[in-house]
């Protein structure tokens, strides 16, 4: 072998055990087989997306190609009707450029007025008139593969804008039926009244475009963000249906920016009104702006200022009686939906929490108000939060007694003659049924996603640790909620109030330092357990939910004065229980220095003892929370006498 060859020998071995030789692993690369299975992928995925895309396409490509045409395909000019010298009785303006012909020997210039309301028509008029009204119609390709090649960049862009991206979340399937609906509503509108005499003109095609009404309706529905994006689409569809005219574009997208705007904070029905009149008021004003920017007359104000108005009033009374068909047949979670069901706490399923489950119903609505404080120092939506919170703990209903809210008084926990096994899987299924009832009951998506997401995948750690008593290979996964981690911000701050409110009930002396040093401690636990890597909270923004939990619990918690001859009625038996058995309490001892005077001193003759808090690792529904914390108090001190005390160890258990 020459030494060449051995050289290639070496650095290329051959053989099975080539690649263990050089210690390298090679990888092949995905080819044509794996990227036609991620376009399979794609198309199962997404098939009812796509299917929405062509759709709309199509429809509006219509639009396009039956404005296109050469003469004005809405108002057909009877050339007959007319004779030279007689006065006009409407004005007839030119749409295209049309050259010179044998038959009629007169050039025409798009944008000229052939003839005048209130003018005596010419002869050259009068022909020109007919060449419009005889010449066949033609297509302009021309201007149909602009606007075709405008509508692929307008579908891009609605693409980007609504990608999880920039929305923050995947749009949903109805979110897009509706926003098409009314895109192809306003392109069609737009085309063809810019097709027509009297609103041929830039400033007066503003008095159709339904820019108002969309944008109310996917603001109240979707929410802000998604009326601001789909703002820029709409936009860019009324600047194709109106020949890439720049005044109907910045109309547009002024109403439609304000539009999303003014009604981001609308509670009531009635408020739609008035947010309709701010509409009109501000349509006014943006019109007249344009005209001074453009430096156009002030002819026709009579027309556009009134009709711009009267069109955003109008849209608000039609979102009005839109408004609760749509939010019934997409199922929304709306902000009006959403006062629905905080207002109404009469509803089948609460009312059962409150006669079944009172311990779980109360903890729902401490969890909806530390949630709905939470969010509000956020800025995330605070009545969404409080609704989910409410309705978060629905699927307890069935089998209440197993949950330790509601077994206050109880000696023997239900728990206690069931393996952990099957403790787990009654802890977990409350999750579960709790989605069931909730598409039942219609609840809004992102309620139920909510009531899905408020445990996450975390431990139940409590029979967990139970169980590896008994067998140290349990399996993780069988004692682990089945859930997925919080996706959104609301979900992530009903997590965190679902296990401070259920934690901070078993924490003695709940003195403000201690509950937020507690509140820190479970927050990290979260953290450390990874449920709060999707939900895109922020340091701060856990901070400000921090404070926001402290402030509501420090003033739930607050200490109260005790009253005059006020007694412990379990220490009052105890007494009671001492007497008659021929003792003396310790309590009522006279103190010999003083005479014989009956004084009040601690049960603990002692007064260096310790007294221990020990706050577990599990909450109220068994999961796994922060390393424990033990609180040592020590007393020493000749000051002891006036702290009162069992003089044992006191073990809480949450």
């Not at 399923?349 to 903890?363: C, D, E, N, R, W």
């Not at 029979?463 to 959104?488: I, L, Q, R, W």
Request: glycine letters at 6%; proline letters at 3%; charged letters at 25%.
């Amino acid at each position: 072998m020459s030494e060449n060859e051995e050289k290639s020998a070496l650095a290329f071995p051959s053989g099975e055990n080539a690649g263990h030789e050089t210690g390298l692993q090679i990888e092949e690369k995905p080819g044509s087989n794996g990227v036609f299975k991620d376009f399979l992928e794609f198309l199962k995925r997404d098939w009812g997306r796509i299917l929405l895309g062509i759709a709309v396409f199509a429809a509006v490509s219509v639009v396009v190609y039956f404005s296109a045409n050469t003469t004005d395909s809405l108002s057909a000019y009877a050339a007959e009707e007319y004779e030279v010298g007689q006065c006009s009785d409407k004005t007839v303006i030119a749409t295209k450029t049309m050259k010179a012909t044998a038959a009629y020997p007169v050039e025409i210039e798009e944008g000229e007025k052939i003839i005048k309301k209130g003018f005596p028509i010419t002869e050259e008029g009068l022909l020109k008139l007919r060449k419009l009204s005889d010449v066949p119609v033609t297509i302009d390709y021309r201007t149909i593969g602009n606007s075709i090649f405008f509508l692929v960049l307008i579908g891009a862009l609605w693409i980007i804008l609504f990608s999880p991206v920039i929305l923050g979340r995947r749009v949903e399937m109805k979110e897009l039926v509706l926003e098409s609906l009314l895109f192809i509503m306003a392109f069609c509108i737009t085309a063809f009244a810019y097709k027509s005499l009297i609103f041929q003109s830039e400033y007066r095609i503003a008095v159709v475009i339904t820019s108002t009404l969309s944008v109310f309706l996917v603001a109240i529905l979707f929410g802000q963000l998604s009326a601001f994006l789909y703002t820029f689409v709409l936009a860019a569809g009324i600047f194709a249906a109106t020949n890439f005219q720049t005044v109907p574009f910045i109309f547009t997208l002024a109403t439609g920016l304000s539009a999303a705007r003014i009604v981001r904070k609308i509670s009531k029905r009635i408020d739609i009104v008035f947010a309709s009149i701010l509409q009109a008021f501000l349509s006014v004003v943006f019109m007249l702006v344009l005209k001074v920017i453009f430096n156009d007359d002030f002819k026709d104000c009579f027309l556009v200022l009134p009709g711009v108005a009267v069109n955003a009033f109008v849209s608000g009374i039609f979102v009005l009686g839109l408004l609760t068909p749509l939010e019934n047949l997409m199922n929304t979670a709306s902000v009006f939906r959403l006062m629905d069901l905080n207002s109404d706490t009469n509803t089948e399923v609460l009312q059962k929490m409150q006669i079944y489950a009172l311990g779980t119903y109360s903890h729902s609505t401490m969890v909806a108000q530390l949630a709905e404080a939470a969010c509000k120092k956020i800025g995330a939506n605070a009545l969404l939060a409080r609704v989910a919170s409410l309705y978060h703990d629905i699927g307890k209903i069935e089998q209440p007694e197993y949950f330790t809210e509601n077994q206050e008084g109880e000696t023997k926990h239900k728990h206690d003659s069931l393996s952990p096994a099957v403790s787990a899987s009654i802890i977990k299924s409350h999750v579960k049924k709790g989605v069931d009832i909730a598409k039942k009951l219609h609840l809004p998506r992102q309620v139920i996603d909510i009531i899905e997401e408020h445990h996450g995948n975390s431990l139940i750690a409590f029979f967990y640790a139970k169980a590896k008593e008994s067998d140290p290979n349990v399996s993780v996964e069988d004692f682990s909620y089945s859930g997925h981690p919080p996706v959104s911000r609301e979900s992530a701050v009903v997590m965190l109030a679902d296990t401070v409110e259920a934690a901070c009930r078993s924490l003695d002396s709940p003195t403000p330092e201690r509950i937020e040093k507690f509140i820190q401690t479970l927050i990290d636990g979260k953290i450390n357990g990874h449920q709060l890597d999707d939900c895109g909270l922020t340091f701060g923004e856990l901070t400000l939910i921090k404070n926001a939990f402290v402030q509501i619990l420090t003033g739930h918690y607050h200490s109260r004065i005790k009253y005059p001859n006020q007694k412990d009625p379990d220490e009052q038996k105890k007494i009671e229980d001492k007497r008659a058995g021929g003792e003396t309490p310790v309590s009522e001892k006279a103190d010999e220095s003083d005479g014989g005077k009956v004084e009040a001193t601690p049960d603990s003759e002692t007064s260096g003892e310790s007294i221990v808090i020990h706050e577990s690792d599990a909450d109220e529904n068994g999961e796994e929370e922060p390393e424990s914390e033990a609180i040592v108090i020590q007393d020493n001190s000749a000051e002891a006498e006036q702290d009162s005390g069992d003089g044992e160890e006191r073990k809480q258990e949450m």
